[in-house]
């Protein structure tokens, strides 16, 4: 089982890159601007559906892995903290008020849940973050390691449901709401930057012991 201080630290990171702009949110984006709020809300449980089969895929994975090769997983854990660092990078060279809708076809929901299923599975963000990521908050000595990677999964996938949710149910005044406030937008960026960064660091050197 997960124990509540890798949930602590875990929740942030989960939720800094569920507000970094990617595919799932554009297309949610999309989908909410051109079909209306149930084919934006349908969209995010189409992307939350296909990121707990990357948590599912990942799982299994990494399971088989720890258990032919231990040494690899101190591997992955450095490919995470890379991948935190590169994280920073776009968060603070991409501004978040720079986001639009990506051009998507008119659907209904039950249309917009499958792409948004397809759109998840092709997504690399996603499969990177369960492949680099999730593994360093799994510990083997604590139970299953399928189970934890999947309340892992879970925890990410409730937070980037409801954010994709209110973006596709809301896609038309976001897009607005980005460009006229870029000061706020800027802030959300730095912060979401920070963030990255500063677990980037924890993760490295705390682990260590």
Known sequence: MVDLNTLLLFVPIALAL????????????????????????????????GSFIHALAGGLGLAA???????????????GVGYLLYLTFKAFTHPISALRPKNVDRSKSWQAWKDGVLVCLLNPKVAIFMLALVPQFVDPDRGSVLVQFL??????????????????A????????????????????YLTG????????????????
């Not at 507000?19 to 934006?40: H, I, K, V, W």
């Not at 892992?152 to 973006?167: C, E, H, M, S």
């Not at 963030?195 to 980037?200: H, I």
Request: proline letters at 3%; hydrophobic letters at 55%.
């Open 151 to 168: 309340i892992l999964g879970t925890v990410l996938n409730i937070g980037g449901t409801v954010i994709n949710a209110f973006i596709g």
């Open 170 to 189: 809301f896609a038309g005044g976001i897009g607005g709401f980005l460009a006229r406030n870029k000061s706020a937008a800027r802030v959300l960026q």
């Open 18 to 49: 569920n507000l970094t702009p990617g595919a799932d949110m554009l297309f949610c984006l999309g989908q909410g601007a051109n079909s209306g709020p149930r084919a934006g809300i349908a969209a995010s449980f189409g992307i939350a559906t």
């Open 194 to 209: 920070f963030v990255f960064v500063g677990l980037a660091a924890k993760l490295a050197f705390d682990r260590r012991a």
């Open 65 to 79: 892995l720890i258990a032919a090769n231990p040494i690899a997983f101190e591997v992955i854990r450095w490919a």
